[in-house]
Structures are given as structure tokens and as C-alpha cells.
């Protein structure tokens, strides 16, 4: 506002208070020092107010895609259970449909495996969860039958079996291996107790044997996240009682850092707990985030889902609970930790919107960016570091592909700053063609 202005507004707010010639000098100046008030209150409304800083955004682009519906086996992924890639960039996958892990260069291209099923030495039963530790042995876990976790020395063409470590009386959960220290590693369990199932980091040494244990956040019982029963009557009068998920429900998350720290979130409302590994409280992130709204197609399919629940209740003689569908959806959808040690909070996605994202915290809790990626990419196996990631792709009939992303910030425009490093390549093992 100009001092012209600011003159025009007094002049006119004296006129309106009624100062002309007569009345007294104190009368005058309590007049005109009313004016001055009401003008700078007008000048504060119209000055330009501040814009609230902005995260900035950094948008994963893939460079890199290793996988084919027809083509060689070593190309074919029925159920990519773990990711991980190494310095030189070489990319190893873990399959629980195949049972083996797989090692493919910097360009995607296939070079070994390692594993059948099996509950001996280098013999995988359900593989999952890969992490290289500092040495860069690669972890392997095989949480649910055998409950064994083993790590491999890698060479530039294949694997040799250094270790195995197995847990005893717990039972492990489809988690990364945590290393602390090279004598020492830390994996989530849980154990059932008096009160229920109860989670845990037990640390681990590599004889097996349970150095420590530190609780992890309790289960949240299933009525306080809107799940119903549903009771089935038995022949000999006894009654089953199962719970059943209303539509987009809230979920009981725990995310688990790779030096033994984790994170606990409750998808119903924007806010995560963060611990060290000793399980003391280190930060809590919370945003006054509401979740997208529902689609008229999307609730037009749950209905449909809800329908034929109802039918299959029926052949029981039980009754499906009874749950309305929601005006929208929860605001977080996961969480993961990185092989950098950053929180991702990854929020839940319109129905109409093409694009993932998810914000990323420092082990503190201080925000550092907001990560956008394309559709249809799970990310949450957790293998990105600095400004590359590994991500797991549909493709069709059941069959998955692995893709590589690359990181790049975005102006205020909205482009890319920076040259890429990689170009666009995808590896199919039908034909290494550059499209």
C-alpha cells in the first residue's frame, strides 16, 4: 500500500469520525489516533501474507525394468518377496514362488542364483526380506517354516554359503535381518503369551542364542480398527468366531529400521511413533491429513465384494457382519524404513490419480522430501538408497517385474532438474533391446 493511499484512507476514516474545525485539541488527537489504528489494520490485510514453506518433491523415474510374462525362467517372477542392490549396482531378488535368489547386473541382465527348496546350508524354504550388511554379505530370511536366516558371500558370479543363524521358541516375522554389529543381529518376532500374540526385536547372536528382546507396540485388538465377527455355529454346538475387515480399514503398522530401531502407525490417522532400537521414543510425526475420497466406482466394487461375502456367509448358515461403505479412505496407506535409515509414510492414492507418493523423514523425524513415483509400484521392500530405489511392477497373469527408479527434483514448474544417469532399459530375457 503507498503512502497515498494510507493518506486517502485517513482522510476519509476523519471524515467519517466526524473531525472538521470546532471541538477541543484532545478530542482532535484521540480522533486521530483512532484513525491511524483502523489504517494500519488495513494495510496488514492487504499486505501479501507468506507462504508456508514447501517440501521439496523429488519424482522416481524408472530406468530400469527386469522382467517378462513369456521368456527365459530367470526372467519370470511369480512372487518377488525381497529386493536389494549392492555398490556396483548389481540387483538380487528374492522369489517365494521359485525358492531361489537371483543376481542380475547394473543393465539387468541375468547372472546366477542361489537356492531350492530345502532346509540345509544354501537350501531356501519361502526366501524373503534380503539386506546387505557392511561386510556386503547379503541376509537371506526364511521366516516361516524353518524360522532360519542366512547370509551369503557374493562374488562377481556367484553365491557361497557363510552362515546360518536359526531362532529358537519365536516365531520370526517376513522381515529384513537388522545387523548392529558383525557378531550380532537383530529380527522381528513375535511369541504368544498369557495376553495374546506379542511382537519383539530379539537380538541374536550368530550361535543362536536370544541376547536381548525389546517389546514392540502391542497388536491393537481387532474391534478398534472396525473389524466385525462374523460367528459360525459348529455341529457339536460350539461357535467359531472369525473378524472380518470393513472396507478400507484402518491397519496396524510396524516398520522396522536396519539398525534396529522401528516405527508404529495406525492408518486411520496421520501419525507415527518413532523408537530407537532400545525401543525408547525418539520422535512422533503428525499431519492434519485426511484420506481421498472414496470413488463412486470404487464403492460400487466393494459393494459388490460385500455382496458376494453375504452369499458365501450363507453356505456356512452365518451372517456376514454388516459395514457401510466410507466417505474416504485412511490417510496412510504404509510405512518403511530404507537401507539409508528414512522413515517413508506413504500416502494412501486416489481413485483418479496416476501418480504414488510418500513422505520421507530422517531417523529423527525431521521431514526431507516428498517422493512421487508411477502407479502400481510397491516400493515398501524398502532397497533405496540415496536417490535409487527397487520396486516391484504387475504385469499380467499373475506375474511381476522388477524395476529400478531414479530420484530427480522437480522445479517449481513442475520439470526435472538434472541429466539422468541411466537411460530407459528393460530386460525381458526374450530380447535385450534399448526401446
Request: net charge neutral.
Amino acid at each position: 500500500m503507498s503512502p497515498v493511499s494510507f493518506r486517502l484512507i485517513c482522510h476519509r476514516s476523519a471524515s467519517l469520525a466526524g473531525i472538521g474545525s470546532s471541538g477541543s485539541e484532545r478530542r482532535r488527537r484521540a480522533a486521530w489516533a483512532a484513525v491511524r489504528r483502523v489504517a494500519w489494520v488495513l494495510v496488514l490485510v492487504a499486505l501479501p501474507r507468506p507462504q508456508a514453506a514447501q517440501e521439496p518433491i523429488l519424482r522416481g523415474e524408472v530406468r530400469l525394468r527386469i522382467g517378462s510374462v513369456v521368456g527365459e525362467d530367470n526372467y519370470e517372477f511369480g512372487a518377488v518377496s525381497g529386493l536389494e542392490f549392492d555398490p556396483l549396482g548389481r540387483i538380487f531378488v528374492s522369489d517365494r514362488q521359485s525358492e531361489q535368489v537371483r543376481m542380475y547386473d547394473e543393465l539387468g541382465r541375468f547372472v546366477t542364483n542361489v537356492g531350492r527348496q530345502g532346509y540345509g546350508p544354501g537350501e531356501l524354504d519361502y526366501p524373503c526380506c534380503l539386506l546387505l550388511d557392511r561386510s556386503q554379505q547379503l541376509w537371506v530370511s526364511s521366516p516361516y517354516n524353518s524360522a532360519r536366516f542366512q547370509s551369503f558371500e557374493v562374488d562377481s558370479s556367484s553365491f557361497r554359503h557363510s552362515q546360518t543363524v536359526a531362532l529358537r521358541s519365536l516365531t520370526p516375522m517376513a522381515e529384513p535381518v537388522m545387523v548392529r554389529h558383525q557378531d550380532t543381529i537383530i529380527v522381528a518376532a513375535s511369541s504368544v503369551g498369557a495376553p495374546g500374540q506379542r511382537r519383539l526385536h530379539v537380538v541374536l547372536g550368530l550361535d543362536g542364542q536370544i541376547n536381548g528382546r525389546v517389546p514392540l507396540p502391542a497388536r491393537q485388538p481387532p474391534e478398534s480398527l472396525g473389524y466385525k465377527p462374523m460367528v459360525i455355529r459348529q455341529g457339536n454346538g460350539t461357535e467359531d468366531r472369525t473378524y472380518f475387515p470393513p472396507p478400507y480399514p484402518a491397519i496396524d503398522l510396524i516398520a522396522h529400521a536396519p539398525t534396529g530401531g522401528f516405527a508404529h502407525a495406525i492408518t486411520s490417522s496421520y501419525r507415527v511413533r518413532m523408537f530407537d532400537h532400545r525401543g525408547t521414543p525418539i520422535a512422533t510425526v503428525e499431519r492434519d491429513e485426511l484420506g481421498p475420497r472414496v470413488a463412486i466406482d470404487e464403492a460400487a466394487h466393494q459393494r459388490l465384494a460385500l455382496d458376494s461375502l453375504r452369499q458365501w456367509a450363507r453356505t456356512f448358515q452365518a451372517t456376514y457382519p454388516r459395514f457401510e461403505i466410507p466417505l474416504r479412505k485412511p490417510p496412510i496407506r504404509n510405512i518403511w524404513y530404507d537401507r539409508d535409515g528414512r522413515l517413508w509414510v506413504q500416502l494412501e492414492r486416489a481413485f483418479e490419480n496416476t501418480t504414488e507418493s510418500a513422505h520421507v523423514y530422517s531417523a529423527a523425524g525431521e521431514l526431507l522430501f516428498l517422493a512421487e513415483w508411477p502407479e502400481r509400484i510397491e516400493l515398501a521392500h524398502g532397497a533405496i538408497r540415496g536417490r535409487v530405489g527397487l520396486g516391484v511392477a504387475p504385469l499380467a497373469y499373475g506375474v511381476e517385474s522388477v524395476v529400478r527408479l531414479e530420484f530427480l527434483p522437480k522445479n517449481s514448474g513442475g520439470e526435472e532438474r538434472g541429466a539422468s544417469s541411466f537411460e530407459l532399459r528393460d530386460v525381458s530375457g526374450v530380447s535385450d533391446r534399448q526401446p
